[in-house]
């Protein structure tokens, strides 16, 4: 029962909204530094979902469901997300070995996170996900708690903008 424009997320990401800013540091810098910090203490999990009626099973550290490209400070989480194109973009992350972290990095801010072998991607309209214990989530990166099952649907030409006349050039 909520509404998610850009992107929202299941397991390490969500874990990390529901931290960041506890402590009262806000930033790129806080982000990054509480990211590094939580990384090694999180794991990763199993999931069953179902897009658009197809069953699948997978392990996961980051479930990232996306409207659009980008997390935000330019991190492209699924770079062919549309908002557009009325369809939802899965990111399915494994969890990335220390060691190779910067070359991942590298991929995720340069738009070909899709193109590593801990990447998995597919596209949708139904999603369910059931996770065999409850795991945090964001919604458009605010934290939203805990659940361990999630129904995601699009919700197509719902958002109307009013944008003054001026601004068109009409």
Known sequence: NKLSLNVSGVGFDGHVANLFGKDG??????????TLLEYLRFSSFSLSMTVDGVARHHQAFVVAIANSSQYGNNAKVAPLASVCDQRLHLTLL????????LPFMTKLFAGQVHTSSYCETMEGEEITIQVNEAQPFHVDGEASGFADQ??????GQSLRIIVPQKATGY
């Not at 494994?94 to 972290?101: A, M, R, T």
């Not at 999630?150 to 919700?155: L, P, R, T």
Request: charged share 25%.
């Open 25 to 34: 540091k806000r930033g790129l810098l806080g982000y990054a530094k509480l």
């Open 150 to 155: 999630f129904k995601i649907s699009v919700q």
């Open 94 to 101: 494994k969890k990335v070995p220390p060691h190779i972290s």
